[in-house]
């Protein structure tokens, strides 16, 4: 297995799933907080809010990667505020990568997350409530167990959309092999060098594959979700 690819694809291919990871740990809390707010919550702004969190999925993905160099860049406000209080740096940095990542995977996360949410019986929240339970005992007693499977299946799209991420990448963070060439940008690369096909067309297999299971994983636990949310 280790000389189906080669090192700089194998380093291409941990890299994105180390890329993958930390954009869906550290994105699922907002994922489940905008999730939650547009399934429960009656607000002024809701439709607002809504339309930002899907605006990654029908915009260009060069565009999202554009206003990530603009905001996140070493120059951007919150680049600087980042470095300055954490020492934190995305751009050109694999971190970088992992925020283009998440950002393009938001919208997925949350539509699952939303979709589990809304499927659960209103009277069984209403039933807690009655009973005396507090909105935060409602949701951690009640609303999270019966939405925990749609919770998995957004993470897994998150994940798998992290996996394949490719047109934000490369505008916010560029192609650096090591640094910031993940799956997709090594296919690219490979497209683009004499004789890369073979190379290209086995990462691309391997894409297809975690795409194919992500899809079998969430699909399942978004079945079971929908049962659950029944009581």
Not at 167 to 196: C, H, K, M
């Given at each position: 297995?280790?000389?189906w ?10 890299l ?20 939650y707010a ?15 969190v ?12 554009y ?15 980042f ?10 940095r ?16 949350v ?11 209103p ?35 998150g ?6 991420e ?64 029944r009581?």
């Amino acid at each position: 297995m280790t000389d189906w690819l080669g090192p700089a694809e194998w380093t291409a291919l941990w890299l994105s799933l180390k890329v993958a990871f930390w954009a869906t740990l550290c994105s699922l809390p907002f994922g489940f907080a905008a999730a939650y707010a547009l399934s429960r919550g009656q607000f002024w702004g809701r439709q607002a809010l809504n339309i930002l969190v899907h605006l990654p999925l029908v915009m260009p993905p060069v565009v999202t990667g554009y206003l990530l160099l603009l905001g996140f860049g070493r120059t951007g406000p919150l680049g600087e505020a980042f470095e300055a209080l954490f020492g934190l740096v995305f751009a050109f940095r694999w971190t970088g990568a992992a925020l283009a990542a998440a950002i393009m995977g938001f919208p997925l996360m949350v539509r699952a997350i939303r979709l589990s949410l809304d499927a659960i019986d209103p009277g069984l929240e209403e039933a807690a409530s009655t009973l005396g339970a507090s909105r935060l005992r409602v949701l951690r007693t009640v609303t999270l167990p019966l939405a925990w499977p749609g919770l998995l299946a957004g993470a897994v799209l998150g994940f798998a959309k992290g996996m394949g991420e490719f047109g934000a990448t490369i505008t916010f963070v560029s192609n650096i092999p090591g640094q910031t060439q993940t799956l997709a940008l090594s296919i690219d690369t490979l497209l683009e060098v004499p004789g890369g096909e073979p190379l290209a067309l086995r990462l691309a297999l391997v894409s297809i594959a975690i795409a194919a299971v992500a899809l079998i994983i969430s699909e399942a636990l978004a079945s079971r979700a929908r049962v659950r949310g029944r009581g």
